[in-house]
């Protein structure tokens, strides 16, 4: 595309004394807590994952790594955009190209970009084509929770989760009842939105939700002086019912809107976007212990230029079947399979291509749990138009003693992504590109050091091959071609501790990894290799307090003749929340709090301390929502 996104899509002394100062206040919090504790005694909620097994699963039986970001989170932090919500979490870095509705890759420990899924409901958003699924574009108001599970998911998932899964679960305002917000806040941002639903009777409700943001930006580019805008306008529309035995819910979600920025010259620019799902899913039970689900979705992701006719396009069909049962109190049983045909087209610089590939995927998956064993096995079979055919797989194994407060695990699993259209047809396209694998392997404890504290330690170690690099063929006239030469190998140890109470919530996590491209021995681009984050709340009657804090080393970006360095950085959002009523509440948040000048790609800006405001109200809040 004729835009500094285009950019954005090729290939791609940390700061101790403020990783030992956070550590030190780490240490500190935790004392605090724990001194308290005793009035504090909150149990936690039990949270259920159903992206890291495809069925809903207890977290404390889910061995897979997993980051889930609830709603009480969401509303706190005031955030603007899906990506700003993960990137305080150890392993989650985040690249943006500038200001609001910019794009935006999330890196999951190490993997590139293009080797996260993203789903919406379950449904895949990444593009055919080269372009990223758009983090950016996910409205904070239209979340109810957001789950992450890092590492390869392949087997249950298909192509491109060899980093892991970003499942972003939308609200369901028919329970939580009608909620309004505004507000408004740095850069001139302005935003609103409604959430809500209607119980229809005989077991039917529906689920409304709609959310509009504008905002006057800044420049994109460090050698820019022209602000540069966005607007973004989402919708959330889910029916569900019961009819006969069979549960059924027909969705709809999409977000739109126009994106402002600079060019590679400094022109200023603009793109219109969209990307929807509409889905129709029949659960039924069969017999006592059974599930059976069909669902059929269909994807619209599209990006136009409107200086030129330049623009990007998926169209994606899909059927998606799985049949699971509890074969006993400790034994599951899961089967599933789907086919996908994708319509992928794109134009750029007067070159375009058109492609259509048909997908097949199925698996087999196998959950035990007996006393203090844990175990998972998943076998994964694809077979892709162009790519040809991959088996993945999964093997997670724990074990729990010490009165089951403490838990040792070990995982095993491998990954695979298929070429996208633009790696067989764009530039440089090679129709005979194989699919990028991976292995992985984990091993970790976990240990609960109270009712309300648990304590993470893990080691991975992630092999990437056949990755796909453009090799240039000649420099006069340039020339090249893309093909699967390149290899990469990380590894890492990740440690995380959290506490729950009442009055305090307090969460550390850390990460050292080294992602490495075994060619030249250099570091992948646009990963840090250490990061710590710290988020804190305190409750004072109506009021919440809360400090996130994110401390990442410097990170190599492309740059000519030569790669650059991006320096390290701390980052802290100040937030409040004054519950005035039962019904309204008023939140603020101070971004960047520190003041901190820092890069997330070479050349791009970031915001400035900015403050951002809002009003909720929640009719309903006073009597449980109804």
Same mark, same amino acid.
């Given at each position: 595309?004729?835009?500094?996104?285009?950019?954005?899509?090729?290939?791609?002394?940390?700061?101790?004394?403020?990783?030992?100062?956070?550590?030190?206040?780490?240490?500190?919090?935790?004392?605090?807590?724990?001194?308290?504790?005793?009035?504090?005694?909150?149990?936690?909620?039990?949270?259920?994952? $159903?992206?890291?097994?495809?069925?809903?699963?207890?977290?404390?039986?889910?061995?897979?790594?997993?980051?889930?970001?609830?709603?009480?989170?969401?509303?706190?932090?005031?955030?603007?955009?899906?990506?700003?919500?993960?990137?305080?979490?150890?392993?989650?870095?985040?690249? /943006?190209?500038?200001?609001?509705?910019?794009?935006?890759?999330?890196?999951?420990?190490?993997?590139?970009?293009?080797?996260?899924?993203?789903?919406?409901?379950?449904?895949?958003?990444?593009?055919?084509?080269?372009?990223?699924?758009?983090?950016?574009?996910?409205?904070?108001?239209?979340?109810?929770?957001?789950?992450?599970?890092?590492?390869?998911?392949?087997?249950?998932?298909?192509?491109?989760?060899?980093?892991?899964?970003?499942?972003?679960?939308?609200?369901?305002?028919?329970?939580?009842?009608?909620?309004?917000?505004?507000?408004?806040?740095?850069?001139?941002?302005?935003?609103?939105?409604?959430?809500?639903?209607?119980?229809?009777?005989? /077991?039917?409700?529906?689920?409304?939700?709609?959310?509009?943001?504008? /905002?006057?930006?800044?420049?994109?580019?460090?050698?820019?002086?022209?602000?540069?805008?966005?607007?973004?306008?989402?919708?959330?529309?889910?029916?569900?019912?019961?009819?006969?035995?069979?549960?059924?819910?027909?969705?709809?979600?999409?977000?739109?809107?126009?994106?402002?920025?600079?060019?590679?010259?400094?022109?200023?620019?603009?793109?219109?976007?969209?990307?929807?799902?509409?889905?129709?899913?029949?659960?039924?039970?069969?017999?006592?212990?059974?599930?059976?689900?069909?669902?059929?979705?269909?994807?619209?992701?599209?990006?136009?230029?409107?200086?030129?006719?330049?623009?990007? !396009?998926?169209?994606?069909?899909?059927?998606?079947?799985?049949?699971?049962?509890?074969?006993?109190?400790?034994?599951?049983?899961?089967?599933?399979?789907?086919?996908?045909?994708?319509?992928?087209?794109?134009?750029?610089?007067?070159?375009?291509?058109? /492609?259509?590939?048909?997908?097949?995927?199925?698996?087999?998956?196998?959950?035990?749990?007996?006393?203090?064993?844990?175990?998972?096995?998943?076998?994964?079979?694809?077979?892709?138009?162009?790519?040809?055919?991959?088996?993945?797989?999964?093997?997670?194994?724990?074990?729990?003693?010490?009165?089951?407060?403490?838990?040792?695990?070990?995982?095993?699993?491998?990954?695979?992504?298929?070429?996208?259209?633009?790696?067989?047809?764009?530039?440089?396209?090679?129709?005979?590109?194989?699919?990028?694998?991976?292995?992985?392997?984990?091993?970790?404890?976990?240990?609960?050091?109270?009712?309300?504290?648990?304590?993470?330690?893990?080691?991975?170690?992630?092999?990437?091959?056949?990755?796909?690099?453009?090799?240039?063929?000649?420099?006069?006239?340039?020339?090249?071609?893309?093909?699967?030469?390149?290899?990469?190998?990380?590894?890492?140890?990740?440690?995380?501790?959290?506490?729950?109470?009442?009055?305090?919530?307090?969460? $550390?996590?850390?990460?050292?990894?080294?992602?490495?491209?075994?060619?030249?021995?250099?570091?992948?681009?646009?990963?840090?290799?250490?990061?710590?984050?710290?988020?804190?709340?305190?409750?004072?009657?109506?009021?919440?307090?809360?400090?996130?804090?994110?401390?990442?080393?410097?990170? !190599?970006?492309?740059?000519?003749?030569?790669?650059?360095?991006?320096?390290?950085?701390?980052?802290?959002?100040?937030?409040?929340?004054?519950?005035?009523?039962?019904?309204?509440?008023?939140?603020?948040?101070?971004?960047?709090?520190?003041?901190?000048?820092?890069?997330?790609?070479?050349?791009?800006?970031?915001?400035?301390?900015?403050?951002?405001?809002?009003?909720?109200?929640?009719?309903?809040?006073?009597?449980?929502?109804?």
């Amino acid at each position: 595309m004729s835009s500094s996104n285009s950019a954005f899509f090729t290939r791609s002394g940390f700061l101790r004394i403020s990783i030992h100062g956070l550590w030190g206040a780490a240490t500190l919090i935790a004392t605090i807590i724990t001194t308290t504790s005793r009035a504090d005694d909150a149990q936690p909620e039990m949270n259920v994952i $159903v992206t890291a097994t495809r069925v809903p699963t207890p977290a404390d039986e889910v061995l897979a790594p997993v980051v889930v970001i609830d709603r009480a989170t969401i509303e706190r932090s005031n955030a603007g955009d899906a990506a700003e919500l993960l990137r305080f979490h150890a392993g989650l870095d985040i690249a /943006s190209n500038g200001g609001p509705g910019q794009p935006t890759a999330m890196f999951i420990r190490g993997a590139e970009s293009n080797q996260t899924l993203v789903l919406v409901d379950g449904i895949r958003i990444n593009p055919g084509t080269i372009g990223l699924p758009g983090l950016q574009n996910i409205r904070p108001d239209m979340i109810e929770r957001i789950e992450v599970v890092k590492g390869p998911r392949s087997a249950l998932w298909g192509s491109d989760a060899i980093g892991g899964v970003v499942n972003v679960v939308t609200r369901r305002g028919s329970q939580d009842g009608w909620i309004t917000e505004a507000g408004y806040g740095a850069y001139d941002t302005q935003r609103a939105s409604l959430n809500g639903g209607v119980d229809l009777g005989q /077991s039917a409700a529906l689920d409304v939700g709609v959310s509009w943001t504008q /905002s006057d930006g800044f420049p994109t580019r460090t050698t820019d002086y022209i602000d540069r805008g966005y607007e973004n306008l989402s919708a959330n529309l889910a029916l569900r019912a019961d009819v006969g035995a069979a549960e059924v819910t027909v969705r709809h979600y999409r977000t739109e809107g126009t994106t402002e920025y600079s060019d590679y010259f400094l022109t200023p620019v603009d793109q219109d976007y969209v990307t929807s799902t509409t889905a129709a899913e029949m659960r039924l039970a069969v017999g006592a212990a059974g599930e059976a689900r069909v669902s059929v979705n269909h994807l619209e992701d599209e990006i136009e230029q409107n200086q030129s006719p330049d623009f990007l !396009k998926t169209d994606r069909n899909t059927l998606d079947a799985q049949y699971d049962w509890q074969l006993s109190e400790v034994h599951g049983l899961g089967v599933g399979a789907m086919y996908s045909r994708e319509r992928a087209s794109s134009e750029s610089f007067g070159e375009g291509f058109k /492609s259509d590939t048909d997908a097949v995927n199925v698996y087999v998956q196998d959950r035990i749990s007996v006393g203090p064993h844990l175990a998972m096995l998943a076998l994964g079979y694809t077979d892709h138009e162009t790519a040809g055919s991959a088996v993945t797989w999964n093997a997670e194994y724990g074990y729990a003693f010490n009165q089951l407060r403490t838990r040792v695990y070990g995982l095993a699993g491998s990954g695979f992504r298929a070429p996208d259209a633009t790696d067989r047809f764009g530039y440089g396209g090679n129709p005979g590109l194989k699919p990028e694998r991976s292995q992985n392997y984990e091993v970790g404890v976990k240990h609960a050091l109270a009712p309300q504290q648990s304590l993470t330690l893990s080691a991975f170690h992630t092999d990437i091959e056949d990755l796909i690099d453009f090799t240039v063929l000649s420099y006069d006239p340039f020339e090249g071609i893309n093909q699967n030469v390149a290899k990469a190998r990380i590894q890492g140890i990740e440690a995380s501790w959290v506490y729950t109470g009442s009055l305090w919530q307090a969460r $550390v996590e850390a990460i050292y990894q080294d992602p490495r491209d075994l060619a030249d021995d250099s570091r992948l681009l646009r990963r840090a290799q250490e990061s710590l984050t710290v988020g804190l709340t305190r409750a004072f009657g109506p009021v919440l307090l809360g400090l996130d804090v994110l401390a990442t080393g410097d990170r !190599k970006d492309f740059g000519f003749p030569q790669d650059t360095t991006l320096d390290g950085y701390v980052l802290a959002n100040l937030t409040a929340e004054w519950r005035a009523t039962p019904s309204l509440s008023l939140i603020a948040r101070v971004e960047n709090l520190l003041g901190e000048d820092y890069e997330l790609a070479s050349t791009y800006n970031t915001p400035d301390r900015g403050l951002y405001v809002s009003m909720r109200y929640a009719p309903g809040a006073g009597n449980g929502g109804k």
